[in-house]
């Protein structure tokens, strides 16, 4: 059940907000303005309540405001959920930001569940109209705007061939021993070949540079055989398994649940066999976009951005799009590894669509610059752009153009987005997403966005720096 409502205050939490017993400022202003935004709140009941078919029954939990509240805090102090728990359970002003109050706090696996219903559309939404909101308060006018993409990790060791031969094999043989306990009379038929396998892992993984070049190869077709054989078993067994008797409706469902992640993990078995047969036995060079990165986090992709320290990134490029106050209006996870210079055109259109015009100041690194998304700032009204040329010979006049001072201080304009980003890394939780799957990831992407956009504005309006926007005639 889906509590509608908040809880009512008790006799104790109103003597102690009468005594003065306040949150400290930025987050007494983030509530503040959440209390001003019902629409927000809106959002996320829609989500909680989706799929039930009566969510007005059954063990009361978090309500709509809780839920979000919960998950700003988590963000904006970058906890983990027993973390969150715990200090939410501790502090009585923090009860009051999350609107506990004085009743009980659930476990940290219920603000697991709770956040788990959100979706990236959601949070999407919910960003939209929080920006909006700021430019009727007058807080942003979206007149400048610099631009960057960065790489939100997942949660993955460094794939090689054999440690991703390895993952198959010991994840498809703990799935059929938990489907043999779950059955009345168990599985039969299975070997089980972890020992082999990790014993094969680890002679690849210790081999020098030399050594791969001679005895590499006996060692992975051995590795590959094994790991044939038992997805072969494994596929034989869940065909085995299609129908049980003597199972409740419950261990039935669990059943099918493992059997189906036998076949996810067989099916990604199965690429990750051919891609190494093709590296490995036949010297192929297999495509970035064709491999698999973890058997876990298949939706990850590998990013090559030219860092020195960082050749390789395994996770998603994000797009940023921040303005001059601070406020991130922009976000967008990309697929693959797409060049900077595809983003620039459709982030114009984005911030036309929330602020009713294009920036004056278009700011952005030498990888968004093409003569054609420059004509198109230009054409699309952008007084001021501000990409440094990529690459060949520079004409006098775009080289007289890069020393004026409005282009230089709009580079320099354009530098605080890296200290954006280092923010949302390192005070936001977004330098590595802990949780499982694509949706969960890009949750994850816009909680911190919005996060920081929420502290941004309660700065500024504890500041005085509002100015409602007036509607033009």
């Not at 400048?144 to 060791?157: A, Y």
């Not at 190494?276 to 939706?299: D, L, N, W």
Request: net charge positive; glycine share 8%; hydrophobic share 35%.
């Amino acid at each position: 059940m889906t509590r509608i409502a908040d809880p009512q205050l008790s006799f104790a939490d109103l003597e102690l907000r009468r005594q003065g017993v306040h949150l400290d400022p930025s987050l007494q202003g983030v509530l503040e303005f959440l209390d001003d935004q019902a629409a927000l709140v809106e959002r996320v009941r829609q989500d909680l309540v989706r799929g039930l078919k009566n969510p007005h029954t059954g063990r009361e939990g978090m309500t709509p405001s809780q839920t979000l509240r919960s998950l700003i805090l988590m963000r904006v102090k970058n906890w983990d959920y027993r973390e969150l728990r715990e200090r939410v359970n501790d502090g009585y002003t923090l009860r009051a930001f999350t609107g506990f109050d004085s009743h009980r706090v659930p476990k940290h696996d219920a603000f697991n569940r709770a956040f788990n219903r959100l979706t990236p559309a959601t949070l999407q939404a919910i960003n939209r109209m929080v920006i909006q909101t700021a430019v009727r308060l007058g807080l942003e006018d979206g007149k400048q705007l610099r631009v960057d993409t960065t790489v939100v990790e997942t949660d993955i060791h460094f794939p090689t061939d054999a440690t991703l031969l390895w993952d198959t094999v010991r994840a498809v043989t703990r799935l059929v021993g938990d489907l043999h306990e779950r059955l009345p009379r168990g599985v039969r038929g299975f070997t089980n070949r972890t020992r082999s396998a990790r014993r094969r892992m680890q002679e690849l993984e210790r081999m020098t540079a030399q050594e791969r070049h001679t005895q590499q190869e006996p060692k992975y077709r051995e590795l590959l055989r094994i790991t044939q054989e038992v997805l072969e078993n494994a596929r034989r067994i869940v065909n085995q398994t299609g129908k049980v008797k003597g199972v409740d409706v419950t261990g039935g469902l669990v059943i099918d649940q493992i059997r189906r992640q036998i076949t996810r993990y067989c099916e990604l078995g199965d690429r990750v066999i051919d891609q190494t047969r093709r590296r490995v036995i036949e010297g192929e060079q297999v495509r970035a976009e064709e491999k698999v990165y973890s058997i876990f986090e298949s939706h990850t992709d590998l990013i090559k951005r030219g860092k020195v320290r960082k050749p390789v990134e395994f996770g998603h490029k994000v797009f940023l799009a921040e303005s001059a106050q601070g406020l991130i209006t922009d976000y967008q996870v990309l697929e693959g590894n797409p060049a900077d210079t595809t983003q620039v055109r459709a982030s114009l259109d984005r911030h036309q669509q929330i602020f009713d015009g294009c920036p004056e100041l278009y700011a952005g690194d030498r990888g968004f610059y093409s003569a054609e998304n420059v004509e198109d700032c230009r054409q699309a009204g952008v007084g001021n752009v501000c990409i440094p040329q990529r690459g060949g010979q520079k004409t006098a006049e775009r080289d007289a153009f890069e020393r004026r001072p409005a282009f230089k201080q709009g580079q320099r304009f354009r530098a605080g987005i890296e200290g954006r980003i280092s923010v949302l890394f390192r005070g936001r939780g977004m330098k590595r997403c802990r949780a499982k799957g694509r949706e969960r990831f890009e949750v994850l992407v816009g909680a911190a966005v919005l996060a920081n956009n929420l502290l941004r504005i309660a700065e500024l309006l504890r500041s005085g720096k509002a100015t409602p926007r007036r509607k033009a005639a």
